[in-house]
């Protein structure tokens, strides 16, 4: 079994900055991708970023391009979210998610509020 467990979630005024950590523990020796998603009520999930272990090779979505960075470390199996510039519209649970092999994982979420 995994758990993920994010952390490092709260309110921040606009302009601000956050960085949410994310730690996968159990089975994790086939870690290929983490990343975090978002949820904000009314609107769809969102993949926010994610990375690639092998390359450390980065996606982002474009609302969160230039303001925001993941980063990781492989061997610890955990992965963390900078978030510069915030914005009210970003306002959202965010969820850490793992894919390992053909089966993903998910962490309960953290709540981020942006204050204008």
């Known amino acids: 079994q995994v758990q993920l467990v994010e952390s490092g979630g709260g309110l921040v005024q606009a302009g601000g900055s956050l960085r949410l950590s994310c730690a996968a523990s159990g089975r994790t020796s086939s870690t290929s991708t983490m990343g975090w998603f978002r949820q904000a009520p009314v609107k769809e999930r969102e993949c926010v970023a994610r990375?690639?272990?092998?390359?450390?090779?980065?996606v982002y979505a474009d609302s969160v391009k230039g303001r925001f960075t993941i980063s990781g470390d492989s061997a610890k199996n955990t992965v963390y979210l900078q978030m510069n510039s915030r914005k009210p519209e970003d306002t959202a649970v965010y969820y850490c998610y793992s894919v390992m092999s053909v089966n993903n994982y998910w962490g309960k979420g953290t709540q981020v509020t942006v204050s204008s």
């Open positions: 990375i690639r272990w092998s390359g450390s090779s980065t």
